[in-house]
């Protein structure tokens, strides 16, 4: 079993900036994909991006060139740095973990992005 537990939601201002971070314990594979996806009320959960170990990134087309996404591999982390944020960025944001060896994935509690004036 992996656990993954997110932080670094809030209330932001249109254009303002956010940094996410998720720490991951457990299990922990050696071979591994660590992303974020987001919920918004009344939708599904969507990508947003998702990073492999050795730095591979993809991007969802609403946010590339505005967010980052990097994970720290001795750590177990993962981080989302948001910038130029935007109302339609709100959302619930989960960390995501997929074991690639034993084909499971986890996934983190959520964490509240609110972007409004």
């Known amino acids: 079993q992996v656990q993954l537990v997110g932080s670094g939601g809030g209330l932001v201002q249109p254009g303002g900036s956010l940094r996410l971070s998720c720490t991951a314990s457990?299990?922990?594979?050696?071979?591994?994909?660590m992303g974020w996806y987001r919920q918004a009320p009344g939708n599904q959960r969507d990508l947003v991006a998702t990073?492999?170990?050795?730095?591979?990134?993809n991007y969802a087309d609403s946010v590339k060139g505005r967010f980052t996404i990097s994970r720290d591999n001795g750590k177990n982390m993962v981080y989302l740095q948001m910038y130029s944020l935007k109302p339609e960025d709100t959302g619930v944001y989960y960390c995501?973990?997929?074991?690639?060896?034993?084909?499971?994935?986890?996934w983190g509690q959520g964490t509240q992005v609110t972007v409004s004036s």
């Open positions: 457990g299990s922990i594979s050696r071979i591994n994909t």
């Open positions: 995501n973990y997929v074991d690639e060896v034993n084909n499971r994935n986890y």
């Open positions: 990073i492999t170990p050795g730095g591979t990134t």
